[in-house]
């Protein structure tokens, strides 16, 4: 007798997902558990199911505020940082963070929301073609029309940004595909997980090369770059300098990967780097570059760059090798594994001796210097004080300009990733934001951004994060009524014509921050102001410090564009 089939649905037929549904739980699954938007029309599929399932989205104030959120969480942390903005304008005023993180190799995942498929090229209400407009400042963009694909997308995006040279990568989602439904034995199975990379046959001849010349040089010289940071190598880093005793030297992304206080550490490098940093580069004989892309900011003059030195070049990314500096080792590796190679090579340790103490008295007898004036906080002077009231323990978070400087040359960091700043493409605008990412990533931590008059007017309006989500960073305001920066410039090569440089009217910040409900010190040059300092800082709440400092103080020592790096100014 035949069996009666039962009309009741299997529970595989009978359960469906949204591509929404199945977007959010992909992200669950890399465990991205914030993440910084902004809704709009376009992706509102996906922020129903965030609401629906309690996903903690950060309500930023504007999208450029997003992605800077994400490069600060990303930087701090060396996880994925997370965009969700809408179509047309939302992604297209993420495009500064984007590419802000694309120059500093910051892994992130922005998804963009997009019309339907079906509308796509017919210049739609807030339609742009976001993959062609970010296709030169993303690792990988792509456009999943089938909801089938969409899991598979997530997660190849999310291995994109986190592998080799880290990077942004953008996800554009067509809102059909996001409100449309499949079951889940319709979803593409994803993609295997990337093997492990080794070191290649390549960069181990080249590592061993290396070891040779390393023994025979008299003055060899480390360089700390970002890529270290990155890598998390900092550890393999202090290890290989103290093993065979070799200074170093940091790029602005690179520091903290030495602590400040290591007696090998001669400091940052570049046009405002210390004098003994820039004079160790200049008198050379081996300079073993690990993660830095000898960029102009700190290879001024590359024809009289590192003149009498054999260059060695570590770096995860083949294309910067020999790009701008004539390499004489070039090693394509992540700095982890070349560095713990180096570590294990059979080559018996090499002391350097005579080069260190050399380098040495080059620090102690030109260090940072300011001068001191009755009546007014100098902005090196606020910064040791920031530096000496949190023991070189907190987060460092900067936007572009002077106080960028001021912050690189006198805070005493003691780890790696403590400073998050804009380098390869100096944004104005990036700290506030980048410091609210930071703050997610590092609640219990002290966050401490250092912002100018400029800067922080171009995202303020991320103060209302601040205060709608209680968070607890500490916004010091360096004042100087100036585009410092610009100004310096100006003063330096255009023989002082200060064009559209100076504030001739300000908002009141005092009352700006009380509009947001944050707590607000205005430090007092007459007064005890070290005290208030001290105060602010200890409070458990976000706060704003302003500091009026010199209108025409000015960052030295300087290289000036174009001349070699023993060619300093203010010295």
């Given at each position: 007798m035949q069996q009666k089939q039962s009309s009741k649905p299997q529970l595989s037929d009978a359960i469906k997902l949204s591509g929404a549904e199945i977007l959010i739980d992909a992200l669950v699954k890399e465990k991205a558990n914030v993440v910084f938007g902004y809704p709009g029309g376009a992706i509102l599929p996906e922020y129903d199911v965030m609401y629906q399932k309690?996903?903690?989205?950060?309500?930023?104030?504007?999208?450029?505020?997003?992605?800077?959120?994400?490069?600060?969480?990303?930087?701090?942390?060396?996880?994925?940082?997370?965009?969700?903005?809408?179509?047309?304008?939302?992604?297209?005023n993420a495009i500064t963070g984007i590419a802000d993180g694309m120059r500093d190799s910051v892994p992130m995942v922005i998804f963009?929301?997009?019309?339907?498929?079906?509308?796509?090229?017919?210049?739609?209400?807030?339609?742009?073609?976001?993959?062609?407009?970010?296709?030169?400042?993303?690792?990988?963009?792509?456009?999943?029309?089938?909801?089938?694909?969409?899991?598979?997308?997530?997660?190849?995006?999310?291995?994109i940004a986190a592998s080799g040279r880290k990077g942004p990568v953008v996800v554009d989602l067509p809102k059909d595909v996001m409100s449309g439904k499949i079951t889940p034995a319709a979803i593409t199975a994803l993609p295997p997980a990337p093997e492990a990379t080794r070191l290649s046959d390549q960069a181990k001849t080249e590592l061993h090369a290396l070891m040779t010349a390393l023994h025979k040089a008299q003055k060899p010289l480390l360089i700390a770059g970002g890529g270290v940071v990155s890598a998390q190598a900092s550890p393999e880093f202090n290890e290989f300098a103290h093993q065979h005793q070799i200074p170093v030297v940091a790029t602005l992304l690179g520091l903290g990967v030495m602590p400040?206080?290591?007696?090998?550490?001669?400091?940052?490098?570049?046009?405002?780097?210390?004098?003994?940093?820039?004079?160790?580069?200049?008198?050379?004989?081996?300079?073993?570059?690990?993660?830095?892309?000898?960029?102009?900011?700190?290879?001024?003059?590359?024809?009289?760059?590192?003149?009498?030195?054999?260059?060695?070049?570590?770096?995860?990314?083949?294309?910067?090798?020999?790009?701008?500096?004539?390499?004489?080792?070039?090693?394509?590796?992540?700095?982890?594994?070349?560095?713990?190679?180096?570590?294990?090579?059979?080559?018996?340790?090499?002391?350097?001796?005579?080069?260190?103490?050399?380098?040495?008295?080059?620090?102690?007898?030109?260090?940072?210097?300011?001068?001191?004036?009755?009546?007014?906080?100098?902005?090196q002077q606020l910064i040791e004080e920031v530096g000496a009231l949190t023991e070189g323990k907190a987060y460092i978070v900067t936007d572009v300009g002077q106080h960028q400087m001021w912050a690189a040359q006198y805070y005493p960091y003691t780890f790696p990733g403590q400073l998050v700043t804009s380098g390869g493409l100096g944004t104005?605008?990036?700290?506030?934001?980048?410091?609210?990412?930071?703050?997610?990533a590092h609640p219990d931590q002290t966050i401490i951004l250092i912002t100018g008059d400029g800067s922080l007017q171009m995202t303020s309006e991320e103060m209302d994060v601040l205060s709608a989500y209680g968070l607890n960073v500490k916004v010091i305001l360096l004042n100087n009524g100036t585009l410092g920066m610009?100004?310096?410039?100006?003063?330096?090569?255009?023989?002082?014509?200060?064009?559209?440089?100076?504030?001739?009217e300000q908002p009141d910040f005092q009352k700006l921050a009380q509009a947001y409900g944050i707590e607000n010190y205005?430090?007092?040059?007459?007064?005890?102001?070290?005290?208030?300092?001290?105060?602010?800082?200890?409070?458990?709440?976000?706060?704003?410090?302003?500091?009026?400092?010199?209108?025409?103080?000015?960052?030295?020592?300087?290289?000036?564009?174009?001349?070699?790096?023993?060619?300093?100014?203010?010295?």
């Open positions: 309690h996903f903690n989205n950060i309500l930023v104030r504007h999208e450029q505020g997003a992605a800077h959120a994400a490069e600060g969480y990303a930087k701090s942390t060396g996880k994925t940082g997370v965009v969700f903005v809408t179509s047309g304008p939302g992604a297209t963009t929301g997009q019309v339907g498929t079906a509308m796509i090229g017919t210049d739609a209400f807030q339609e742009v073609d976001i993959l062609s407009l970010t296709k030169s400042v993303t690792k990988a963009g792509f456009q999943p029309r089938r909801i089938e694909d969409v899991a598979a997308t997530v997660s190849k995006a999310f291995t400040n206080t290591d007696p090998l550490f001669m400091g940052m490098a570049g046009m405002h780097g210390s004098f003994a940093a820039n004079m160790a580069l200049h008198n050379c004989d081996l300079l073993i570059n690990v993660g830095c892309r000898f960029e102009d900011r700190f290879a001024p003059n590359t024809r009289r760059f590192a003149p009498n030195a054999q260059v060695a070049h570590i770096d995860i990314d083949p294309n910067e090798i020999g790009k701008i500096i004539t390499t004489t080792y070039g090693i394509v590796a992540d700095a982890k594994q070349a560095l713990t190679a180096m570590l294990t090579s059979t080559s018996s340790a090499a002391h350097h001796l005579e080069w260190v103490e050399e380098c040495r008295d080059r620090r102690h007898a030109h260090p940072y210097h300011y001068n001191h004036e009755d009546g007014k906080i100098k902005p104005m605008g990036f700290g506030l934001p980048a410091a609210i990412g930071t703050q997610f610009v100004r310096q410039w100006q003063d330096l090569f255009y023989d002082e014509r200060r064009s559209q440089t100076v504030f001739h205005l430090l007092d040059p007459h007064g005890d102001w070290k005290h208030m300092l001290q105060d602010a800082l200890s409070s458990e709440h976000s706060a704003l410090i302003e500091v009026p400092i010199p209108k025409l103080e000015a960052v030295s020592p300087m290289i000036a564009p174009g001349q070699s790096n023993d060619h300093m100014m203010g010295i």
